[in-house]
């Protein structure tokens, strides 16, 4: 589902956006910062930090087209979007632009990684450009809902329902559901929980993941937000896409020795 840039031209149009916007909002959760249920009052940033973010990428890619690959840090790119306060914005507000954002990040990064043509690397950031562009139509929709008193406040900081040990244990069965509903061919339904188990779960323990190892983080965000849910709208097969899940879930059980291990070590202190 794509965001128009110009107003609705539909009433179904508009419904279908602020329905899937009052879902991801009234659903968030996760460490993100409190200015989220202050969407009108910080439309300005967000503009600011899109604007920002484009600017960035473009010299960093026009450096590449200059001087080379040996001339520019991938990896700040992924730093650039982490760094916005827009990036909560979206992200709580409409995962599948979100997801998108980060398809043309990595899209531009692995371009430039794989020493691709120049022109294939501006076709990447323009896929990019036109997902934050769409974001941020979707979250100047968001606020206006959000003025109106239709949207639920997001929680500022993760819920603390169950562990982070067994939240690894939900999100790895999560994932097994997504091979089940590929396999029924519902792929549509199958992308949702991909997106909804990053957002409501794995937001929930990247904190103290990070800590103990932010690569590890940064290649389960890419396998969130780009390797399975393309997976998925490629058509692979159901073994394919089965492989990826069986690798981020070897991933996660890395992931859950370290979170069991920090959470021994605080009980150690305490």
Known sequence: MKILLKPAKTLSATFLLASAIFVQSALANGPIGE????????????????????????????DYDTKGAKAVKTDDLIEYWESVKFHSAIETNYVPVYASIWQGIYGV???IDNKKPASEVRTQQQAMNNALWQG?????????????????????????????????????????????????????????????????????????????DANLVEVLEKDFNVTLPQAISANKTVDQVRDVVVDMQTKLTRAQALIEKAEKARKDVF
């Open 35 to 62: 200015h989220v249920n202050h969407l009108q009052a910080n439309l300005k940033t967000y503009n600011e930090d899109v604007e920002w973010m484009v600017s960035k990428v473009d010299t960093l890619v026009s």
């Open 109 to 111: 990064k692995m371009a």
């Open 136 to 212: 941020l139509g979707a979250v100047k929709l968001a606020a206006q809902f959000q003025q109106k008193g239709l949207l639920k406040s997001v929680k500022a900081t993760a819920t603390e329902e169950m562990t982070q040990s067994a939240t690894i244990d939900e999100i790895k069965h999560k994932l097994d559901r997504v091979v089940a509903k590929y396999a029924e061919r519902l792929s549509d339904e199958a992308t949702s929980i991909v997106h909804d188990t990053y957002l409501h779960l794995f937001e929930g323990v990247e904190g103290t993941l990070i800590e103990q």
